[in-house]
Every structure is written in structure tokens, then in C-alpha cells.
């Protein structure tokens, strides 16, 4: 018997606690460590050797791994050069250079000549042989103080009172209006020439004059301002001609009083005629040309009654063959960029002469960017819908430029307002455009070409409304 063991009675005592054997703790050895880790190594590369079993031959674990990483690599690459490629071609549009031509390149000094022969003028005469005006006045002085009476409109009102000018006089007013530094004496002879160069109610001259601005003058003092826009063909950019610029490069100082003297000269064609046709053609390309300088756009207003004169200048038999000369000549000059934009929107006259301007000068621009010899609305209007928006070597910044000149050339005039079958198939393209353009596209100048046809077919669509349900021209 041992001695820690129950007794016989306390066994037979249900009251007493019976005794809880002690469990036994399982003692994990080193020995059990290694063998369990042996084990499952064994399972491990059996794993391993059935995978290798039915692996193609020649490769191993290892190498698919590797080929996997790269492929992964290559992967992450390619759509990085993608979004490269993408990021590149939105940032192209700031390659394309903002509409503007230099106009005016290094100015020369103008052939004036010396003698002008204003101090022997009758005017002069009279103030030095009345004495009771009280004037000392000295020939010498004579220029000096016809400066004085022009700035201070006292030459305009002794011209008035007299009801004529004499040609030195004017010859010599109009020299200071072309090339004189002073300002106040330019905006003085501008007024003094605009004050002559009027007629009254009954269409007769208020100041009888012998000598008037010629063509030949005006064209020599603006190429004496450096104008550069008069070569035909002509269409070197605005970089290249910053470059070959100098420091007098810039618009000239007195291209305000030009303009105002060749709007004067423009309201006397009852009258007198300053101009013969070809010489106001030539004088109507130079005013379109200066549109495209952005040094003159504080002038916008000024430019726009310069040109919407000398439209009106010409006879209802001249305009249209004269219009046609004007929209080719300017068409040779002009760069198929952003600058045919510029130069048809700033043809802004409301009347059906400068509506007719901007509708030949858009037929003009789209007949030479397509290399056609007669200019014929339907196989422009066909060569510009046939341009597929949906190919990868879609030039949309030519596009944008062709929806522009092709909507100005059909809405401008009134040309095409019973021609529905043209305008319908011009509404039909630019819907395609609208809506064959992704909003996702981000090829260069696609955002801008899809907006663009968006905002003419909305005003097709208005026209359409406006017209009892048929599309037709304004």
C-alpha cells in the first residue's frame, strides 16, 4: 500500500472529495522539433518536384518568377510611354504660335524735301503786310508759325473763312500729318484734312482745293514705315521676322493720322475721285493686312471705319471684280494658320459689301490651302467633309482653320440661302464632328476642333429655327 493512496473507508465516503489524478504534461523535446521540421521540408520539395514534373522542360520556378517581373515591367513601361506620348500631345498646342504677323519692320527715314515753299504762301503774305494785325512776323518764322495756328486750329478756321487752300499750304500739312514726330501736330493736320475733305448736304465741297493726298504719297510714307506685307507670297512667320528685326522695328507713330487721312480722302467720291480702282484695292489690302499686327489692336476701332470706307469707296460696277482682286491678294499673303481666323473675323461690317468681302476672302484662303485653280464652293464644301476624323493622321488643327473659313464662306452672304442640299451636307459634317470626336481624344488640337463644330452646328440649328424649319444662310 502507498502511502499517499486513499484509505478504504474514505473511498467509501460519498462526502469526501475523490482524488483528481494528476495530468501528465506533454513535454515537446528538441528531438519532436527537428523531426516535425524535417516533415514538412519533405512536403515542401515533394510539392516542389511535382511542380517541376509537369513544368515545361527548361524552366524552373526561378525563371518564371523573372519572367513574370518582367513582363510586369515591360507592361508598367509601355503605359507609362502612353500617358508620355498623351501628355506630349496636349502640350503641342502651346507649340502653335498665337495668331499675329509683323507688319512694320525697321522704319526709314522719309524723303522729305527740303524746301516746302510754304513761307511764300499768300497766307503768310497777307499777316506780314497788315500791319494793323499787329503781328512782327519774320519769314523766316513763316513755318514755325503756321505749326502754331495748325496746332491751335486757327489755320483750320482761316481756311473755312476763306473757302479755299493753297497747294503749298496744303502739300505742307500734309507732309506733318505723314512724318512728323509731334503728336499734337499730327492729330491737328488729321483734323484740318478731315475738315476739308467734306462735303455738304447738297454733295459740294466745303473748301475749294487744288492739291489732294495721291496714292503715290500715301504708299510711300507707309513703306517708309517699314511695311513689309506688300510682296505677294510673302509669308514669312513672326518668329523669322522678329529675328531679322531691329530696334526700330514696331508700328510707326503716325499710322493714326494715315489711316484717318485715307478715310478722308474715301468720302469725297462724289466729288472727286482720289483714287482710281486698282490704287484703292491696293490701299484696302494694306488696312486688312494691319489687323494682323498685334501692336495695333488698341486701334481696332480706328482700322475698322478706315476699311468699312474704302468698301464703300468703290461703284456698285467695281466691287465685285475689285473684291475678288482684294480676297486673292491677301489669300497669297497669309500663312494657312490661325491668321486666316484673325483676318476674316476682323472683317466686321454689317453691310452686304463687307459680308461679301468676308465670304470671297474665306473661298480664296480654302482655294489655295487645297491647291484648287477655280475656286468652286461644292468641291471645297466636298474636300473638307471628306476629311475622316475618326483616322490616326488627322491633322485637327487644319480642320479647326477649314470649319472656320468653311462656315464663314456659307453664312456670310446670302449666296447660299436656297441651297439647303449644300447646307444640310455641311450641318450633317459638323455633327459628325461633334460627336465622332471623343470627349477623351487628346490628339493635338482635337478638344478644340470637336467645341469648334459643336458651337456652329448650335447656330446652323438657329438658323434652321429662325428660317420656318429650313437651313439656309443669313
Not at 494793323?132 to 505749326?147: M, R, S, Y
Not at 466729288?271 to 484696302?284: G, Q
Not at 438658323?463 to 443669313?474: E, F, L, T
Request: net charge negative.
Amino acid at each position: 500500500m502507498v502511502m499517499d493512496d486513499p484509505l478504504d473507508f474514505e473511498k467509501e465516503d460519498p462526502l469526501f472529495p475523490a482524488h483528481r489524478p494528476n495530468k501528465r504534461k506533454k513535454v515537446i523535446g528538441l528531438d519532436d522539433l527537428l523531426l516535425d521540421y524535417f516533415e514538412t521540408g519533405k512536403d515542401e520539395l515533394k510539392a516542389k518536384a511535382v511542380k517541376a514534373k509537369h513544368a515545361p522542360r527548361g524552366h524552373n520556378s526561378d525563371d518564371e518568377d523573372t519572367q513574370a517581373k518582367e513582363k510586369k515591367i515591360s507592361e508598367f513601361c509601355k503605359i507609362v510611354e502612353d500617358c508620355e506620348e498623351k501628355t506630349n500631345e496636349i502640350g503641342a498646342i502651346d507649340d502653335i504660335p498665337p495668331w499675329g504677323q509683323k507688319i512694320f519692320g525697321c522704319q526709314q527715314p522719309p524723303s522729305i524735301p527740303g524746301d516746302s515753299g510754304v513761307e511764300n504762301c499768300q497766307l503768310l503774305q497777307s499777316f506780314c503786310a497788315n500791319e494793323q494785325l499787329g503781328f512782327d512776323l519774320q519769314i523766316e518764322q513763316g513755318e514755325a508759325f503756321l505749326e502754331g495756328m495748325l496746332m491751335d486750329g486757327w489755320l483750320q478756321k482761316l481756311v473755312h473763312t476763306y473757302g479755299s487752300v493753297e497747294d503749298s499750304v496744303a502739300s505742307w500739312t500734309l507732309t506733318k500729318l505723314l512724318y512728323s514726330s509731334n503728336k499734337k501736330l499730327q492729330a491737328s493736320a488729321a483734323n484740318f484734312w478731315d475738315s476739308i475733305l467734306s462735303i455738304d448736304e447738297a454733295d459740294k465741297p466745303l473748301v475749294k482745293l487744288g492739291y489732294f493726298p495721291s496714292y503715290s504719297v500715301l504708299k510711300c510714307a507707309i513703306l517708309s514705315y517699314g511695311y513689309l506685307f506688300d510682296t505677294p507670297g510673302n509669308k514669312a512667320s513672326n518668329s523669322e521676322r522678329v529675328a531679322a528685326g531691329s530696334l526700330d522695328d514696331g508700328p510707326p507713330q503716325n499710322i493714326i493720322a494715315w489711316l484717318r487721312v485715307v478715310s478722308a480722302c474715301c468720302k469725297i467720291r462724289k466729288v472727286h475721285s482720289i483714287f482710281s480702282p486698282s490704287e484703292a484695292e491696293e490701299l484696302l489690302v494694306i488696312v486688312i493686312s494691319l489687323f494682323l499686327d498685334r501692336g495695333l489692336e488698341g486701334l481696332l476701332l480706328i482700322l475698322g471705319e478706315c476699311l468699312n470706307s474704302l468698301v464703300l469707296y468703290f461703284n456698285t460696277s467695281e466691287w465685285e471684280s475689285s473684291c475678288v482682286m482684294v480676297a486673292e491678294s491677301i489669300a497669297q499673303r497669309v500663312t494657312m494658320d490661325l491668321n486666316c481666323l484673325r483676318i476674316v473675323d476682323c472683317i466686321t461690317g454689317t453691310n452686304n459689301r463687307s459680308k461679301f468681302l468676308r465670304s470671297q476672302l474665306a473661298l480664296q484662303l480654302l482655294k489655295i490651302s487645297f491647291g484648287l485653280k477655280v475656286a468652286s464652293v461644292e468641291k471645297i464644301l466636298k474636300l473638307v467633309t471628306s476629311i475622316n476624323v475618326k483616322e490616326k493622321e488627322c491633322d485637327f488643327f487644319r480642320l479647326y482653320v477649314y470649319l472656320g473659313l468653311m462656315d464663314t464662306l456659307l453664312f456670310s452672304s446670302d449666296a447660299f440661302r436656297d441651297k439647303t442640299v449644300i447646307v444640310d451636307s455641311w450641318r450633317n459634317y459638323l455633327r459628325n464632328c461633334s460627336t465622332q470626336i471623343g470627349c477623351r481624344n487628346w490628339r493635338f488640337y482635337a478638344p478644340m476642333a470637336r467645341n469648334k463644330a459643336s458651337y456652329l452646328l448650335q447656330g446652323a440649328s438657329s438658323r434652321k429655327s429662325a428660317h420656318g424649319g429650313s437651313i439656309s444662310a443669313p
